[in-house]
């Protein structure tokens, strides 16, 4: 029998500078610090909203696909996303994946963080 989950509590991601790392999920995306454990390694947790979290976890041999594969993603959701592009913009943001209409119905836009993880953008 299989488990039953409750849901996604948080996602963990290896940064290599995160003072630019909190610069951008704090002052672009506006995510809430969280308080953290004290590991016996450097980070920080940040609030994605309904109960779920993002974990960066300092690392210096970060390796990334460089490919422009946008394979390994994770999504936020906001209720406008042509106020979210145009915010992004104004914040020197580069668009990498301009916004577009999935083929089930949802908007959706993708952009990078300091490391070159994908950020997709989807309108709900």
């Known amino acids: ?3 039953k989950l409750l ?8 940064v ?8 951008f999920y704090q002052g672009v995306l506006g995510m ?17 909203g309904r109960g779920i979290s993002l974990h960066l976890i300092v690392q210096d041999d970060i390796i990334l696909n460089q490919s422009g594969s946008r394979q390994l993603h994770f999504a936020f959701a906001v209720s406008d996303i042509l106020l979210a592009k145009d915010g992004l913009i104004r914040k020197g943001i580069h ?7 999935r083929p089930d119905g949802i908007l959706q836009m993708f952009i ?11 309108e709900l």
């Not at 849901?7 to 290896?14: D, E, K, T, V």
């Open 32 to 48: 809430a610090l969280m308080s953290r454990p004290d590991f016996d390694f450097d980070g920080a947790w940040l609030d994605c």
């Open 1 to 3: 029998m299989a488990i």
């Open 7 to 14: 849901g996604l509590n948080h996602y963990s991601i290896a």
């Open 16 to 23: 290599s500078d995160l003072n630019k790392s909190l610069s």
């Open 95 to 101: 668009i990498v994946k301009d916004i577009k209409l």
């Open 112 to 122: 990078q963080d300091p490391d070159g993880y994908y950020i997709e953008i989807t």
